[in-house]
């Protein structure tokens, strides 16, 4: 009895297949050991997860040794700033006396410093300068 293609058919007893290129049963066996191995390491995590947890859930704050006797200790001098946040307040107030106040940049040039509202509103009557004309329109 002939396949429709050509082939033998299935109840050849000369016609075996390869044995020796795959162990299925190792095959198998890895991937039994892969999946217990991979378990094991889920529980013990677990299990981690769990002591770390009731550990953190104590609510017990453990102070290092050093860090106890280094409470109150300043860092050497020059100490360069020990106040950042008047500081920060300070230069701010500079900062906007500059932009909202009237002052000399420059007496000997005539040049002074006005506030911005002020600058605006006299930019605005004056308009911005502009270029001149050469006469030559390009069309």
Same mark, same amino acid.
């Given at each position: 009895? /002939?396949?429709?293609?050509?082939?033998?058919?299935?109840?050849?007893?000369?016609? /075996? /297949? $390869?044995?020796?290129?795959?162990? @299925?049963?190792?095959?198998?066996?890895?991937?039994?050991?892969?999946? %217990?191995?991979?378990?094991?390491? /889920?529980?013990?995590?677990?299990?981690?997860?769990?002591?770390? &947890?009731?550990?953190?859930?104590? &609510?017990?704050?453990? *102070?290092?040794?050093?860090?106890?006797? *280094?409470e109150?200790?300043?860092?050497?001098?020059?100490?360069?700033?020990?106040?950042?946040?008047q500081?920060?307040?300070?230069?701010?107030? &500079?900062?906007?006396?500059?932009?909202?106040?009237?002052?000399?940049?420059?007496?000997?040039?005539? @040049?002074?410093?006005?506030? @911005?509202?002020? %600058?605006?509103?006299?930019?605005?009557?004056?308009?911005?300068?502009?270029?001149?004309?050469?006469?030559q $329109?390009?069309?």
């Amino acid at each position: 009895m /002939h396949s429709a293609h050509g082939h033998a058919p299935a109840d050849n007893p000369t016609v /075996h /297949h $390869e044995t020796s290129d795959v162990n @299925i049963r190792a095959i198998f066996a890895f991937g039994a050991g892969l999946i %217990a191995v991979a378990a094991a390491v /889920h529980f013990i995590i677990w299990l981690m997860f769990l002591y770390f &947890g009731a550990r953190e859930a104590t &609510g017990e704050v453990r *102070q290092f040794p050093l860090a106890v006797s *280094q409470e109150n200790r300043l860092p050497p001098e020059p100490r360069l700033q020990t106040n950042p946040r008047q500081d920060l307040i300070d230069l701010r107030n &500079g900062e906007d006396a500059l932009l909202n106040g009237y002052s000399w940049v420059d007496k000997n040039q005539g @040049i002074v410093r006005i506030p @911005i509202d002020e %600058a605006m509103k006299l930019t605005v009557q004056r308009g911005l300068p502009a270029r001149q004309e050469t006469g030559q $329109e390009k069309k």
